[in-house]
């Protein structure tokens, strides 16, 4: 069994920084793709970065520039450090896991519970 814990949200003003954190536990041969996703009241859950095993990283238009998304594969942990938030960055933040259970078995996802992060105006 795999285990995906977030920690790190929270109620900020705009302009200000929250640092998000997604650990992934259990039995399993290696993490790949480690992402972060979010969920605005009355919309759909988005992408909003992803990091490969490599560190190689990608992040959605709307969040560029201001975050930033890192791991520690010695931790299997995944942190998304977020500056210069805006109101309308307010959501449900997810971790998305891609778990090997073994060299051929392929990947797959695991979810993380979310962490409601809420930047006021």
């Known amino acids: 069994q795999v285990q995906v814990v977030e920690s790190g949200g929270g109620l900020v003003q705009a302009g200000g920084s929250l640092k998000l954190s997604c650990a992934a536990s259990g039995t399993f041969f290696v993490i790949g793709a480690m992402d972060w996703y979010r969920q605005a009241p009355g919309k759909q859950r988005e992408l909003v970065a992803t990091?490969?095993?490599?560190?190689?990283?990608n992040y959605a238009d709307s969040v560029r520039g201001r975050f930033t998304i890192s791991r520690d594969n010695a931790k299997n942990t995944v942190y998304f450090q977020m500056n210069s938030l805006k109101p309308e960055d307010t959501a449900v933040y997810y971790c998305?896991?891609?778990?090997?259970?073994?060299?051929?078995?392929?990947?797959?996802?695991?979810w993380g519970q979310g962490t409601q992060v809420t930047v006021s105006s």
């Open positions: 990091i490969a095993r490599d560190g190689t990283t």
């Open positions: 998305n896991v891609g778990v090997w259970a073994s060299p051929l078995s392929g990947s797959k996802s695991y």
